[in-house]
């Protein structure tokens, strides 16, 4: 095993990291900016160092500095957790280059994947369903209109290198899509560095399920099941649940199988997800892949009980998977709420400072928490400060505790989406499992708009 | 002229500024988006007015209740 770790990532998913590394006699580097000196994580770590100014440019970002303070604290591996540089291709390839261990795939799959684009042939030619669309990078708005003849409306336009819905809109018609043409490639363009767009047919009222996968270097993919991620507000994820209840066991397998395929085909080594659309005939269409561990990743370790973080740095030792498919079983269900520091209603964030923090307890019950009570949210990160995970035997009894949870869940001084996620985690259609991409817009906000 | 101050509701950076100094504004009218917790806030005028000055650069971090632009 490797002796020392750098953690080049903050918050909640450091502390989860360091749990990990921990039970297997680990040591840890924690790496912080100047804002997230009092943090947990930085306290957990076994050494710590100050890399830069708040904003994620200055510290979490620089590559020159991780590298440095990895040498400098002998630390053999990188853990680079999720968002910031975790899907940096050429931070990967430093590493490579540096003689440490960048715990993830190669840096050539983690660019091919980036590109939405060119995964999206790369799944054609492995034979995983794609939405209709085009495969060639749009330039224009002329070429747009043009193409959008072929596919028909509604579509979605994209931004190639896009994430967090970021250069990404619905269109209805030829004048929506002249429109937004030109101001969703210069937003994807600063966000990203890469104004390159492309087209997609938009899918009805669909289901987000994707598959967790695991491959180690020896060749060997073992599909660990899905999750389903349709709640959503502002394109971003905020409850998901293990299994999926939308799905039929036919279709899993299905997804399962498409998901090695790909896995292989692209010669992926370490956890992934393959993230799908699925439309209510439950045909399902890749949408695209994420080269690191996943902020939902708890879930699957509930229904599986593996420890994900452990798996990942298996895998970059170049050991081989110890699990073997066919003695893979879903154990009951699991469902992660993530909480937010934000309007539960605007989901406008909600810096400040936490008076007074109280994490729910109970049966089936797990808190993956980056803050305490007295911390700072700081505007400079991601407003989720937490995570609330719950397992139960069933789907109804996960959800039943989730709702407990949520109420002894305090949090103070801010405002939080816990209002939010108790109203959702209550809703009938929700215990139903009637659960579609759409759910907050139809259920949720009309709810709290006529109530405001 | 009444003059009013539109102040930041959160602190962040300023990301775009979107009117300059004497700009007719309309209320409610976006004056500048700020970036906090890697979302867009746009700030919005709350009266309308021909823009004075403004007391921030593209770039700036700013504070809860830091003065972005005058209206008069």
Known sequence: ?452 | MMSTIVKANMAGTVWKIVVSEGEQVEAGQDVVILESMKMEIPIVAETSGTVKKIFVQEGDFINLDDDIIEIE
Do not use: W
């Open chain 1, 1 to 452: 095993m490797f002796k020392k770790i750098l953690i080049a990532n903050r918050g909640e998913i450091a502390r989860r990291i360091i749990r990990t590394c921990k039970r297997l006699n680990i040591q840890t580097v924690a790496v912080y900016s100047e804002a997230d000196k009092d943090s947990l994580f930085v306290r957990e770590a076994d050494e710590a160092y100050e890399i830069g100014k708040p904003p994620v440019a200055l510290s979490y970002l620089n590559i020159d500095k991780i590298i440095e303070t990895a040498k400098k604290a002998n630390a053999e591996a990188i853990h680079p957790g999720y968002g910031l540089l975790s899907e940096n291709p050429n931070f990967a390839k430093r590493c490579e280059e540096e003689g440490i261990v960048f715990i993830g795939p190669k840096p050539d799959v983690i660019a091919a994947m980036g590109s939405k684009l060119e995964a999206r042939i790369k799944m054609k030619e492995a034979g995983v369903p794609i939405i209709e669309g085009v495969n060639v990078v749009i330039e224009s708005v002329e070429e747009a209109l043009k193409e959008a003849e072929q596919i028909g409306y509604p579509l979605m336009l994209k931004a190639s290198s896009g994430g967090g819905g970021i250069g990404m809109q619905r269109i209805h018609n030829q004048e929506e899509l002249a429109k937004a043409f030109e101001g969703n490639k210069k937003r994807a363009q600063s966000y990203f560095g890469d104004g390159t767009m492309y087209i997609e047919k938009y899918i009805e009222n669909p289901h987000h399920v994707e598959v967790q996968i695991l491959a180690d270097a020896h060749g060997n993919v073992v599909p660990l099941f899905e999750r389903e991620c349709s709640i959503q507000r502002r394109n971003q994820k905020v409850i998901e649940e293990a299994p999926s209840p939308t799905i039929s066991d036919a279709t899993r397998e299905k997804m399962l199988e498409a998901a090695v395929r790909a896995a292989k085909y692209i010669g992926y080594t370490n956890a992934g997800t393959f993230e799908f659309l699925v439309d209510d005939k439950e045909n399902f269409y890749f949408l695209e892949m994420n080269t690191r561990l996943q902020v939902e990743h708890p879930v699957t370790e509930e229904i599986t009980g593996i420890d994900l973080v452990e798996q990942q740095i298996r895998i970059a030792q170049g050991l081989p998977l110890e699990i073997a498919r066919e003695s893979l079983k879903i154990n009951g269900h699991a469902i992660e709420a993530r909480i937010y520091a934000e309007d539960p209603v605007t989901f406008y964030p909600s810096p400040g400072v936490i008076g007074s923090l109280q994490l729910p307890e109970g049966e089936g019950v797990r808190n993956d928490c980056a803050v305490e009570s007295g911390a700072q949210v700081t505007p400079f990160y991601d407003p989720m400060i937490g995570k609330l995970i719950v397992h139960g035997k069933t789907r109804e009894e996960a959800v039943k505790r989730l709702v407990e949870a949520l109420k002894l869940y305090k949090v103070e001084g801010i405002k939080t989406n816990i209002p939010m996620l108790l109203k959702i985690a209550s809703h009938e259609q929700f215990i139903k499992g009637n659960i579609t991409t759409s759910f907050v817009e139809r259920y949720y906000l009309p709810e709290v708009q006529v109530t405001k």
